[in-house]
């Protein structure tokens, strides 16, 4: 599929398991982003990168770890799931050369139990 | 810290009238300003990228303007239609990152 594709979209799973989330684009851009979005809070950046192996926290970085080996993926991942950490996440992608524009995916829906 | 308001929180209008939506900024220092739409529990679509060397973006039935000095972005959308129903956030990129800055959107809702 074109454009920017997050998997899985929906996920339910417990306290202090491990969970990933995928994140792949196909336009190459070199800038991606995760945001968690809760009402109340809106939209907070989580960490960023801006080509592969170049990554950095955003607003609400903790119990978050991302890698990004490969340009068109930038997988998060909760070490230990809180419930806290139930919320809708966002990838994003852009391009400098594009004026930074940013592009959505559909989001994942996680709930922690 | 740059901080990002939208106000109204929420809107409802009648079909056919003109839209207003407002978007102030804390820092001028910004690089763009974009616009978003969400519809209920789906993703974020773009709306308009407004450049900081340009004063407004134009697309259709809507238009954007930007005066960076006073820290302010409008969308306005012509005629208004039931479809235009959603949320509408406005963000700034204020680094070479291109990290955005929301702001908390506001609600709209276009009665038939």
């Known amino acids: 599929d074109a454009g920017i594709t997050q998997s899985p979209r929906y996920k339910i799973t417990e306290t202090g398991r491990q969970v990933t989330l995928m994140c792949h684009q196909t336009?190459?851009?070199?800038?991606m982003f995760w945001y968690r979005q809760d009402l109340g809070h809106g939209l907070r950046l989580i960490y960023y990168?801006?080509?592969?192996?170049?990554?950095d926290k955003g607003e609400v970085p903790d119990g978050y770890v991302v890698s990004r080996s490969k340009t068109e993926n930038f997988p998060l991942t909760l070490e230990s799931a809180t419930r806290s950490q139930t919320s809708v996440y966002f990838c994003?992608?852009?391009?400098?050369?594009?004026?930074?524009?940013?592009?959505f995916g559909p989001g994942t829906r996680l709930t922690v139990t | 810290k740059q901080e990002v308001t939208q106000i109204p929180a929420a809107l409802s209008v009648p079909e056919g009238e003109n839209l207003v939506l407002n978007c102030s900024f804390t820092?001028?220092?910004?690089?763009?300003l974009q616009w978003f739409r969400q519809d209920p529990g789906k993703g974020l679509t773009s709306l308009l990228l407004?450049?900081?060397?340009?004063r407004e973006q134009t697309s259709g039935r809507l238009n954007a303007s930007l005066d960076k000095s006073s820290g302010r972005s409008t969308l306005y959308i012509a005629a208004s239609q039931p479809g235009d129903s959603a949320t509408y956030l406005c963000?700034?990129?204020?680094?070479?990152?291109?990290?955005?800055?929301f702001g908390a959107g506001t609600q709209v809702v276009v009665t038939p």
């Open positions: 994003a992608s852009s391009e400098w050369d594009l004026g930074y524009e940013q592009y």
């Open positions: 336009w190459s851009h070199s800038y």
């Open positions: 990168s801006a080509a592969a192996d170049i990554t």
């Open positions: 820092d001028s220092a910004i690089y763009n």
């Open positions: 407004i450049q900081s060397s340009q």
């Open positions: 963000a700034v990129i204020a680094d070479s990152w291109g990290k955005l800055q």
